[in-house]
């Protein structure tokens, strides 16, 4: 199975939306993150009129052999919020007791302005079934644990009179594989995502997105792998099949061929829509977050920010530092590279020949 080469390509759909240009917290278009693949809890989507979601399903085709196997990884991100305090006494010698700390909103060290802001934890939960368990299909349960993390800092070495305190809510779901036969030799795989996690919802906070996301999987998507058999891209059926596409029900996340061209043992089920083969451009010198821009772009916009403006990217998250601290790295000859390249030619053919 090809379950390797769609690492690239499911990381950057992980990540899309996590931080936007201008990449700053003070940016109003970063205070409403996380816009893909969101399951948010079902007591939260009960109380809303909108279209918010707890679960996703992802319909593929599969031409399978005897020994058939299926391979299903289920990626997130659990969202950890950063807040920040100032210690009342010394770090406690038991580092499994709580530090006395009084919250604070901002904390200032060694000449930097930390500020709130919401972290992730990736998450993925991995399993495997065999071609005797299809017909009567399967179902996995996960959870993770609810975590509260300390960080002592300070401007001077060794001490630690400030505290970065990272809290994370606890999420579970559940995933359930069915599988039917839709025409001779063809298999049609259900893959169903369910966040099941407990959510009060009765008062005004359980009414506010913010605080559902906490409880929520985000940028939630699938990869598929197959051993012994082959899927059927739903975008370019074989004649023989070409109307079963229609027969497949995707909501909240599309399939898609991942790999090289022609291979056919992974699918990625996405929340943004992509084509077969999708692939990260070699050009590119890491990610960005910004799907909706280009590489060439955003570099440059990045390159024009003020000192300021930088000092609160370098500040707010560890990712956002590092999409600086590459661009500033790049080359004149890499930034050429990011203008433009032709992948391949074809011949234009005159209208009506």
Known sequence: MNLDAADRIARAVLYEGYMLYPYRPS??????????????????????????????????????????????????????????????????????????????????????VLQPWQEVKEREVALTVHAE??????????????????????????????????????????????????????LKLTVLVRNETLFDHTDDKGKDRDHALRFSLLSTHIVLGIEDGEFISLLDPPNEVRDLPAQCRNLGAWPVLVGEAGQRDTVLCSPIILYDYPQVAPESAGDLFDGAEIDEILSLRIMTMTDEEKREM????????????????????????????????????????
């Not at 998250?317 to 433009?340: F, M, N, Q, V």
């Open 27 to 112: 940016s109003l278009k970063n205070r409403q993150r996380w816009n893909f693949g969101v399951l948010y809890p079902p007591a939260f989507c009960e109380s809303q009129t909108g279209a918010d979601a707890c679960f996703l399903q992802s319909e593929c085709l599969a031409r399978p052999r005897s020994n058939c196997r299926i391979e299903i990884r289920v990626l997130f991100l659990h969202l950890v919020d950063r807040t920040f305090g100032r210690l009342k006494e010394d770090w406690p010698r038991d580092l499994a007791s709580e530090p006395d700390f009084a919250p604070v909103d901002t904390l200032e060290v060694a000449g930097k």
């Open 133 to 186: 368990e299809l017909p009567s299909g399967v179902t996995h349960a996960f959870g993770f644990a609810a975590t509260r993390e300390f960080e002592p800092v300070s401007d001077e070495p060794m001490q630690g009179d400030g505290l970065i305190v990272r809290s994370q809510q606890a999420v579970s779901g559940k995933i359930e594989l069915s599988a039917g036969m839709v025409a001779d030799g063809t």
């Open 314 to 353: 370098r500040e707010s998250d560890p990712s956002a530092r590092g999409i600086l601290e590459r661009t500033e790295a790049l080359s004149p000859e890499h930034l050429l590279r990011l203008h433009g390249v032709i992948r391949s030619l074809r011949p234009i053919h005159e209208e009506g020949s």
